[in-house]
């Protein structure tokens, strides 16, 4: 191979990255950039399992090939600044909130997870202000929350109805 069919090569591998990139941005809810290193394989293995319950994924690209694939977006210059050094990027894909959750569990556990900042719904939020997206409640606790509050009065009705069925068949 000639060195300029090399570069090619490289050229097309790399743009290959900078589209899945572009793919799993578009597709996600949110994402999350970690810096891993000083974790051993098992933990960061069983991070990914963690993770992948959630319906999100950990992957590690290099830092400039996401900030190509983040060329066109507002929030280019806000990642510029936190992707130095070995990065992994999670993707979440269904509730945004659920891998923060299981990241900021594990960095306390392993305190050379360093969470640098996301992306949450269309949001950036650098490290120092994350707190607040692990503190919210899954989108399954809030269904739940939603699911109460509207049972709530037909519980109310019937129980009403049952009190005066009650108070009839005494009289």
């Known amino acids: ?100 959750k299981i990241l900021f569990d594990f960095a306390k556990k392993n305190t050379a997870l360093q969470i640098k900042g996301c992306l949450f719904e269309n949001q950036f939020y650098a490290a120092d202000k994350m707190s607040v997206i692990k503190d919210l409640p899954t989108r399954d606790a809030l269904l739940s929350m939603i699911a109460s509050v509207l049972n709530e009065p037909m519980a109310k009705l019937a129980r009403t109805l049952d009190a005066l069925r009650v108070a009839r068949e005494n009289n």
Do not use: C, H, W
């Open 1 to 100: 191979m000639t060195e300029e069919t090399i570069i090619k090569q490289q050229t097309i591998e790399k743009q290959a990255v900078i589209d899945e990139i572009k793919q799993k941005l578009g597709s996600s809810s949110a994402f999350y950039v970690t810096r891993y290193d000083g974790i051993d394989v098992e933990k960061i293995s069983q991070l990914r399992r963690d993770l992948r319950s959630t319906n999100s994924e950990m992957k590690v690209f290099k830092n400039t090939l996401v900030i190509k694939a983040l060329q066109d977006s507002e929030y280019l210059s806000d990642f510029e600044s936190i992707l130095k050094g070995p990065n992994s990027i999670t993707f979440a894909y269904a509730d945004p909130a659920s891998p923060a």
